[in-house]
């Protein structure tokens, strides 16, 4: 089993988010799963284009270090996507991350996936930004099972409670994927967006002949 941390702090080892997504990973180590933890900050991942090439082709026109580390995300069991809270949203290099991710919204490529979200600030509102990034992972077909987040320019010792937490998470991430772990809500999204997005992807079945083809096989039309 593996399990993939996304970092997307600029701030390398200084980074307060590091310590959770390092207290995730020793968790789900200690739960028995491989573990790798992938600072996009470092990677040359460009803008997303929207020139809908993953559309119509089934792959990006870019070459750059994304597909690298999609390919590693698509290996992978878990996933646990962090950031710092900048100005109540996540950095611009998740940000520009999860635009080039398009094809795993459109095609739920993370479908039986787990995952959960990590967020530091400094004076609050690290909910916003958890919210954000387990609402992407079930936007794109996964499981969210939880989130950790602390304040820390408010209260420099939630850190440490975050990180408990962090490492719980990973751990309990370990067992959702071995049971297999169900939850009824977020089924009903999975399932309310395969009904409605249909409809879109057959509206442009020329234009997404990728989209429509892996939608038609997967059995998922109308």
């Not at 690298?68 to 069991?77: C, G, H, L, W």
Request: proline residues 2%.
């Amino acid at each position: 089993m593996k399990v993939i941390g996304i970092l997307s702090s600029p701030r390398g080892k200084n980074s307060s988010t590091r310590k959770l997504v390092e207290s995730a990973m020793k968790g789900a180590q200690e739960a028995g799963a491989e573990t790798e933890m992938i600072d996009i900050t470092k990677l040359n991942i460009e803008y997303c284009l929207g020139c809908a090439t993953c559309h119509r082709k089934g792959e990006c026109a870019q070459t750059d270090d994304f597909q690298e580390v999609m390919d590693k995300i698509m290996a992978a069991e878990g996933l646990v996507l962090s950031s710092p809270n900048y100005i109540d949203n996540v950095t611009g290099q998740m940000k520009v991350f999860m635009d080039r991710m398009v094809d795993a919204v459109h095609l739920q490529l993370l479908e039986g996936k787990y995952g959960f979200a990590l967020c530091t600030t400094g004076g609050g509102n690290e909910d916003i930004v958890l919210d954000y990034l387990n609402e992407f992972l079930i936007k794109c077909g996964a499981t969210a099972i939880g989130a950790a987040g602390a304040a820390v320019g408010k209260d420099p010792a939630s850190i440490n409670v975050a990180s408990e937490k962090a490492y719980e998470l990973g751990k309990d991430l370990v067992e959702a994927i071995k049971e297999k772990r169900r939850y009824p809500e977020q089924e009903k999204i999975h399932n309310l967006f395969k009904e409605s997005f249909w409809y879109t992807v057959s509206a442009n079945r020329e234009r997404w002949a990728s989209n429509y083809e892996h939608w038609v096989q997967k059995g998922w039309s109308r």
